[in-house]
Every structure is written in structure tokens, then in C-alpha cells.
């Protein structure tokens, strides 16, 4: 059974850093797009960043100079990086996988008003919260 397991959330202040961690079992993570969205309150769920499994990554514009996807293959987790955090990063973040979605659609590429429902597979969330 796929399952995905977020961590790495938490309160962080403004300029902050935060690395989160995506811990797959069930299933081999590198076979997958893995991707990371957020939602924040009263606000729709969007994309973060993604990994593919040659290793190719694509992020969205609003974040793509402050944030960086990697993987371990040997510990089936996908990372993201996080830096110069702001209190609009605010939001629960949730990883995802598919095996069928091209990452490109996190980044625009072709444009996709919801690509979180494209997502077939999703953790349970992680918290993180930027505030002084």
C-alpha cells in the first residue's frame, strides 16, 4: 500500500529556513513524480515544487528562488529546502505522487487551474508556520 509521511514542519521566524521530508513506503518513490503543495486557510491547495524520477524538478514562480526538491533514493524520501521564509509560506503542506502527471504542471507548464487534483496519492500533512 502507497503511503507518503510528512515531517519537518513547525514555527519558524521570518527569514527562517525549514527542510521538510516526504518518507514514502509501499512503493518505490523514484518511480514517481513526488510533489509538494500547500494550502493555507480559506485558500486553495497549490503547487510547490516537484521531483521526477530522472531527477528533474520544477517549481512554482511564487517560491522557485527560495525553495529546493531533492531525494534520497536509499531512504525514499523527497526533501524540500525552504529558505527566506515569509509569513505568507504559512500553510499546511502535503506531498504527493503520481506516476502519470508531468511536474511541469507545478510550474505552469501546460497551464492547470487545480494540478493537486491530478495527484493520485497524498501524506497526511505537515504544519508550518511563519511568525515572529
Known amino acids: 500500500q502507497l503511503q507518503l509521511v510528512e515531517s519537518g514542519g513547525g514555527l519558524v521566524q521570518p527569514g527562517g529556513s525549514l527542510r521538510l521530508s516526504c518518507a514514502a513506503s509501499?512503493?518505490?518513490?523514484?518511480?514517481?513524480?513526488i510533489a509538494w503543495f500547500r494550502q493555507a486557510p480559506g485558500k486553495e491547495r497549490e503547487g510547490v515544487s516537484c521531483i521526477s524520477p530522472d531527477g528533474t524538478t520544477a517549481s512554482a514562480d511564487s517560491v522557485k528562488d527560495r525553495v529546493t526538491i531533492s531525494r534520497d533514493n536509499a531512504k525514499n524520501t523527497v526533501y524540500l529546502q525552504m529558505n527566506s521564509l515569509k509569513p505568507e509560506d504559512t500553510a499546511v503542506y502535503y506531498c504527493?505522487?503520481?506516476?502519470?502527471?508531468?511536474?511541469?504542471?507545478?510550474?505552469?507548464?501546460?497551464?492547470?487551474?487545480?494540478?493537486?487534483?491530478?495527484?493520485?496519492?497524498w501524506g497526511q500533512g505537515t504544519q508550518v508556520t511563519v511568525s515572529s
Open positions: 504527493a505522487a503520481d506516476s502519470r502527471i508531468p511536474c511541469s504542471v507545478i510550474a505552469g507548464i501546460p497551464p492547470v487551474q487545480y494540478p493537486h487534483r491530478l495527484f493520485a496519492s
Open positions: 509501499g512503493f518505490t518513490s523514484n518511480h514517481y513524480q
